[in-house]
């Protein structure tokens, strides 16, 4: 079983903060690269924010300064800090790990910023 389950999502107002979590089902010191993606309803699935292995992040202009991914080897689990966070954010947010092609998905948290 290599699915990653993702939880933390929820209801939150503009301005709020939440923290998703990934169990990566893979040890994610294996070279696998563990990635956030969000949702938003009716659009396209949409890259958010990365982690190697060896622990280099990138993220979408959308969510940077805003947005933080980072993890816990003892747990195998990377984490999405989501501050300042806008209505834009409202999606349902997916982890994924790749190693090479092959690609495993979570079945998403859903996130709403709402007033």
């Known amino acids: 079983q290599v699915q990653p389950v993702e939880s933390g999502g929820g209801l939150v107002q503009p301005g709020g903060s939440l923290r998703l979590s990934c169990a990566a089902a893979?040890?994610?010191?294996?070279?696998?690269?563990i990635s956030w993606h969000r949702q938003p309803p009716g659009k396209q699935r949409e890259l958010v924010a990365t982690?190697?292995?060896?622990?280099?992040?990138n993220y979408a202009d959308s969510v940077e300064g805003r947005f933080t991914i980072s993890r816990d080897g003892a747990k195998n689990t990377v984490y999405l800090q989501m501050n300042s966070l806008k209505p834009e954010d409202t999606a349902r947010y997916y982890c994924?790990?790749?190693?090479?092609?092959?690609?495993?998905w979570g079945q998403g948290t859903q996130v709403t910023v709402s007033s």
């Open positions: 994924n790990t790749r190693l090479g092609p092959l690609s495993n």
């Open positions: 893979v040890n994610i010191f294996s070279g696998f690269v």
């Open positions: 982690i190697t292995s060896s622990g280099t992040t």
